[in-house]
Each structure stands twice: as structure tokens, then as C-alpha cells.
């Protein structure tokens, strides 16, 4: 009667395949230490062939981790680097900190907001003028993303002006922002048909 990978032990590792797993039960099997280290840089070296990545130097201590893993942490072999244990394996990563911070103009988003906090606090002069141009055309960009029908100048001028609490102040009649077009879409030609 033919056995079914449904009917069989669940491979850890199913990337490595059944007979990987095989070896890794029959180096368990193994009584004496020299014999089961011999067998384990076996497995590596096999596993090592499937994954020929994993056999660069600074990579091969993945091998033996799956190994370790692979044996469920029951394998006492000699390892020629340190290797993972049940602990490292089954610890959780740190939680990443988000700011939660109310946004008013969401569609410019949080690094344009920043960015006009930053222009704000510069010295003015010419350099911070330019700066100032940059990101108002900027800003035009992302309100198009959202209001693809056309935004005025005007209306990025009151927004800058709103978000810096009226440090910075362009008017329409001296300032110009770069006018923003959708690129059209390609064509589709008839295709020919072959005779």
C-alpha cells in the first residue's frame, strides 16, 4: 500500500524537502557524538546543495540553524558556529513606536508637513525662498493626486500659509508653480493578424 506525504510526520522545513528530514531523524539516531557530527556536516553540506546561497561563509550559519531547527533543538553536535536556540527563535520583535499625531492635511502627508515645519524655522533669505518654491510645487503635486480636476496656486499658497501660522506668505501675482499634466496613456494599436 502506497503512503501519502498527507498520512506522514509534518516536514518543519518543508523548503529542504523529505529527505533532509530523514537524515535530521537518523542523525538523532545516532549513539555516538564523533559519528553524529560527521552526519550533521553531512546534512549541511546537502542542504548546502539545495540552497547554494546559504554556502557562502558568511550565510552558512543559516544551514546549521536549520538543522538545529529541523531536530527541534534535540541534536548535540559539535557546530563549527554558534547556533539558534529555542529561546532566539520564538522571541518576539520590538514594537516600532508610530506616531499617532492628528494630521490637518493628510493629503500632503507627514513628510511634507515636516518638511514646512523645517522651512519655517530657516533664516529667511534666498536659499530658504528656493525651498519655499520647491515644496509649494511639491505640494501642488500631491493635491493633484488627490483633486486630478486642477488646483490653483492660490489655494497651496493659503495651505502653506495655514501650516507655517503665517511665516511663510507667497501671493499668486509674484509666485508661479509649475503647471502638472497627467502623462497620457499609450495607445493601443489594432493588432495585425498573421496569415
Known amino acids: 500500500m502506497l503512503t501519502y506525504n498527507t498520512q506522514q510526520k509534518p516536514l518543519i522545513l518543508p523548503e529542504y524537502g523529505r529527505n533532509i528530514q530523514?537524515?535530521?531523524?537518523?542523525?538523532?539516531?545516532l549513539e555516538d557524538r564523533e559519528e553524529r557530527t560527521r552526519c550533521a556536516h553531512a546534512i549541511v553540506a546537502a542542504m548546502?546543495?539545495?540552497f547554494p546561497e546559504l554556502r557562502q561563509?558568511?550565510?552558512?550559519?543559516?544551514?546549521?540553524?536549520h538543522l538545529m531547527i529541523?531536530?527541534?533543538?534535540?541534536?548535540?553536535?559539535?557546530?563549527?558556529?554558534?547556533?539558534?536556540?529555542?529561546?532566539?527563535l520564538s522571541t518576539q520583535p520590538q514594537k516600532v513606536e508610530y506616531t499617532q499625531s492628528p494630521m490637518r492635511y493628510r493629503h500632503y502627508g507627514r513628510i511634507v508637513q515636516e518638511m514646512v515645519r523645517k522651512v519655517a524655522e530657516m533664516a529667511p533669505g534666498p536659499e530658504r525662498d528656493e525651498v519655499v518654491l520647491l515644496l509649494a510645487n511639491q505640494m501642488k503635486k500631491q493635491m493633484l493626486a488627490v483633486n486630478p480636476d486642477g488646483?490653483?496656486?492660490?489655494?497651496?499658497?493659503?495651505?502653506?500659509?495655514?501650516?507655517?501660522?503665517?511665516?511663510?506668505r507667497l501671493t499668486p501675482d509674484m509666485h508661479h508653480l509649475h503647471?502638472?499634466?497627467?502623462?497620457?496613456l499609450p495607445t493601443k494599436g489594432k493588432k495585425k493578424k498573421k496569415r
Open 48 to 50: 548546502g546543495s539545495l
Open 70 to 88: 529541523m531536530s527541534e533543538f534535540r541534536l548535540d553536535v559539535d557546530t563549527p558556529c554558534e547556533v539558534i536556540d529555542r529561546e532566539q
Open 151 to 168: 488646483v490653483e496656486d492660490a489655494r497651496i499658497f493659503k495651505d502653506l500659509a495655514d501650516m507655517t501660522r503665517g511665516e511663510i
Open 179 to 184: 503647471e502638472f499634466k497627467a502623462a497620457p
Open 22 to 29: 530523514r537524515m535530521v531523524d537518523h542523525c538523532l539516531t
Open 57 to 65: 561563509p558568511e550565510n552558512s550559519h543559516k544551514l546549521w540553524d
